[in-house]
Every structure is written in C-alpha cells, then in structure tokens.
C-alpha cells in the first residue's frame, strides 16, 4: 500500500484526490490548513490544521508511514512550501510541487508586475479606487492608503487593520467575465491589484481588466524552493504518485 499526502486546498490538490481517491494500491490523505471557514472538502481522508512547522511535520510523514509528498498549496504558500521541502528531506520522503502555470501578460494588457505586497499598495495612485483580490491576509498590507477607496474581495471576511475606506466584498469564484466586467463598471473601478496565482478559477477579472482598459498591479510569486520538482497539473502529479 503506497501512502501519500497532498498539501493544499486548491482545485489542483482536489483534482488530484479525486484522481488518486479509490484507486487499488493507495491511501491517499488531503491537509488543509484551516484558514478557511467553510472549505471545499477533497476526496478521500482529510486532516485539518497545521503540523507544527517542518518538524512536525517530518515527524508526521514518518508515523503515518507516508511514501510520497505532493506539494499542491497556493503558489503564495511560501512557508508551507519550506517547510514541506525541508521535511521531506528529514522524513526521505519524496516530494514534488504541483504548481499551477503563471499567468501572462498579453496584447491590450496593461500590467505593471511588483515583487511584492508592499511593493503593490505603493505603487498604487493616489484618489484611485482598486479592485484589490489579494486575499484576506494581505489586505492590512493596504490598511496605510487612506487616499485610496477599495473594493476588497476575500472568502472571509479580513482581520483589522483594513483600509478606513474599504468595502470588504466576500465571494468564493470561479467568477464570470460578466461578473468582474458588472464590479468594475458599478463600483468606477480603476485600477485592479492582485497576485499572480494563475489558473482559470479567477481569471476572468484580468479580461475584464484588459476590457475595461484599465492597469493590473500583479504581484509576482515568490521563489519556490530550491531542488524541488514541480509538475503543472494533476495528470502529472498522479502519474508521479504511482510511478
């Protein structure tokens, strides 16, 4: 019996459940971390809440006699991508990332891309009002633009500090071109601030961006970490489990 783990709660980590879920020869366990109220559950066992660092999480890997590691966490999991690589190593636990394609700048776009969270609330003009799909966590990074009026879209809602002009709009995507295209016309939206998490999920917002001919601040993804793998969808990462 192969064991294995899937870290994350992204369609690509359910994609890859539901693949491997079932399947002679494999117990497959999906970890979610909890900071979702109401998560979209993956097939198959599920452990809830974090391990205790890489340590705990190496010491996780050996009494569950897990056999394969599959990073599939948000792009901007930076920590938990460290610590996955760190206690795959301590565990000698193979591991690989599943790591969704980036998004790309095309024609009629108009993006100005920024290493970082800090980096986007400076860069953003004063008097304008922002689409800002950064994610719950990341909104006190803009708390300090009080010359800026925010629509802030997060699945729950933000933990204070939050901009004193903000309206906090709590939806769950995939969303519809149609959709943004309504938000950014109702609300004279001016500037859309995001992260570049890829994938079709929430998209849409960029077309109607580029549509509505107005600039996109993109945060680039950090680094992932060094010496790890990575495969780009859960045919790949499925293929790897049972190689």
Same mark, same amino acid.
């Given at each position: 019996?192969?064991?294995?783990?899937? !870290?994350? +709660?992204?369609?690509?980590?359910?994609?890859?459940?539901?693949?491997?879920a079932g399947e002679p020869g494999l117990y497959v366990v999906s970890s979610l971390a909890g900071r979702v109220s109401d998560p979209r559950?993956?097939? @198959?066992?599920?452990?809830?809440?974090?391990?205790?660092?890489?340590?705990?999480?190496?010491?996780?890997?050996?009494?569950?006699?897990?056999?394969?590691?599959?990073?599939?966490?948000?792009?901007?999991?930076? *920590?938990?991508?460290?610590?996955?690589? *760190?206690?795959? /190593? &301590?565990? @000698?636990?193979?591991?690989?990332?599943?790591?969704?394609?980036?998004? &790309?700048?095309?024609?009629?776009?108009?993006?100005?891309?920024? %290493?970082?969270?800090?980096?986007?609330?400076?860069?953003? %003009?004063? +008097?304008?009002?922002?689409?800002?799909?950064?994610?719950? /966590?990341?909104?006190?990074?803009?708390?300090? /633009?009080?010359?800026?009026?925010?629509?802030?879209?997060?699945?729950? %809602?933000?933990?204070?500090?939050?901009?004193?002009?903000?309206?906090?709009?709590?939806?769950?995507?995939?969303?519809?071109?149609?959709?943004?295209?309504?938000?950014?016309?109702?609300?004279?939206?001016?500037?859309?601030?995001?992260?570049?998490?890829?994938?079709?999920?929430? *998209?849409?917002? !960029?077309?109607?961006?580029?549509?509505?001919?107005?600039?996109?601040?993109?945060?680039?993804?950090?680094? %992932?970490?060094? @010496?790890?793998?990575?495969?780009?969808?859960?045919?790949?990462?499925?293929?790897?489990?049972?190689?």
């Amino acid at each position: 019996m192969r064991r294995v783990l899937i !870290l994350g +709660g992204t369609a690509e980590a359910r994609a890859l459940a539901a693949r491997l879920a079932g399947e002679p020869g494999l117990y497959v366990v999906s970890s979610l971390a909890g900071r979702v109220s109401d998560p979209r559950l993956p097939a @198959g066992e599920v452990h809830v809440g974090g391990f205790g660092g890489p340590e705990g999480l190496a010491a996780w890997l050996r009494e569950h006699r897990i056999d394969r590691l599959v990073d599939a966490t948000h792009p901007f999991a930076e *920590r938990m991508s460290a610590s996955a690589a *760190r206690a795959s /190593r &301590e565990a @000698g636990v193979p591991l690989i990332a599943l790591l969704r394609p980036g998004w &790309e700048e095309g024609d009629g776009d108009d993006w100005l891309r920024v %290493p970082s969270l800090a980096d986007a609330a400076a860069r953003i %003009p004063a +008097g304008a009002r922002v689409f800002l799909t950064t994610g719950r /966590r990341s909104i006190p990074v803009f708390a300090g /633009r009080a010359d800026a009026w925010f629509l802030a879209r997060s699945v729950d %809602p933000p933990d204070p500090p939050v901009p004193p002009n903000v309206r906090v709009l709590l939806a769950r995507g995939p969303y519809t071109v149609d959709g943004e295209r309504t938000l950014i016309r109702d609300h004279r939206l001016g500037v859309l601030v995001t992260k570049d998490s890829g994938g079709a999920m929430t *998209r849409a917002k !960029l077309t109607a961006a580029r549509d509505a001919r107005i600039p996109v601040i993109m945060v680039d993804r950090p680094r %992932p970490p060094d @010496g790890v793998p990575a495969v780009h969808d859960a045919a790949e990462a499925a293929a790897w489990v049972q190689g």
